[in-house]
Each structure stands twice: as structure tokens, then as C-alpha cells.
């Protein structure tokens, strides 16, 4: 049970926020327990939802951005979404369950996707303040200062959910999966 009432459906959520998630249904075909939770605040819904989108504009593929999603829940703990980017990640990025493993483990069976994971992992471990090791191997795999920028936006924009539904206690609605040991 959620800490903090998540609006049981859209029209209960406040009326500020309600074209947003009716966007969020437009776009996904369901309203994700995560986004009425955020819409309790309309401007913390709104804040997300323009850095997601924008961020799904740029340079990283989903399979990329999934990765990064997998391994920052992971290493923050998140199981509402560890469950739902494993499920995104499988449906939608189409990730493997190796894959997929090895991002919750923060790597990747892809060289260069493994640079970025590695990379992320050591961003949200390091909380930004990374060695310069760190960055010169993201770089030697071939990722730009644009893309590493994403990154970083990537590692926030995830840890802004991760730390939403551990505060509240989301209730996850999507198939759960167990944390790594």
C-alpha cells in the first residue's frame, strides 16, 4: 500500500493534471500507477514527463535508455522500477532476460552499451562526481559529450523515480521481479 494516495483513476486525480494523463493513456494505453501517484502534484508529473519526453528525443535508443533504467533501479533499490523497466525493457526495448540481467548488474553484453551502464552505475554511485578514468572510457567506446550528457540526464531523470516510489511505497503494476542478492 502506497504512503502517499496515489488518485485511484484519472478523474480523480487533480484537475490540473488530468490532460497529462490522459496524454500518459494516449501514449501508453493504460496510467501507470507511477503517474497518478505524480499527479498528486501536477507540476512533479509535468517535470517528468517534459524530461522523459525530451530525452526520448535524443541521441539514445530505447534499448540504451532501458539499460541505464535497469541498472540505476538496481543499484537504488527500486523494485516498482525494476519491475517496470524489465517488463518495458523486454517488451518494448526487446532485451533479452541475459541482457537484462546484466544490466540489473550493471553491464551490458553489448561493448558499447556496456561503456554506458558502466558509466551510469558509476554516476549514480558516485553521485556525479566521477573520476576521470570514468569518463575517458565512456568516451574510448565511442559515446559523444552529447550523449554522455544524456546520460547523466538519464541517471537523473531515473533517480528522480526511483526515489519517487521508495518515499511513497508505489504499489508496482507490472509483473514483479526480485532484487538481485
Known sequence: MSRIPT????????????PLLDGVQKSLGSVPNLFRLLATSPAALGGYLGLSGELAK???DAATRERIALAVAEFNGC????????FIGARV????AAEIAANRAG??????ADAA?????????????????????VRLAG???AEILEIVAHVALNTLTNYVNEVAGTAVDFPPVARAA
Not at 79 to 86: D, I, N, Q, R, T
Not at 107 to 112: A, G, V
Not at 123 to 133: D, L, M, N, S, W
Request: charged letters at 25%; a positive charge.
Open 7 to 18: 488518485p485511484a483513476t484519472v478523474a480523480a486525480a487533480p484537475a490540473a493534471a488530468r
Open 58 to 60: 535524443g541521441a539514445l
Open 79 to 86: 523494485g516498482y522500477c525494476l519491475a517496470a523497466h524489465s
Open 93 to 96: 526495448a526487446k532485451l533479452d
Open 107 to 112: 553491464r551490458s553484453n553489448d561493448r558499447k
Open 117 to 137: 551502464v558502466r558509466f551510469a552505475v558509476a554516476v549514480t554511485e558516485a553521485r556525479g562526481r566521477i573520476g576521470e578514468a570514468d569518463l575517458a572510457a
Open 143 to 145: 559515446w559523444s559529450d
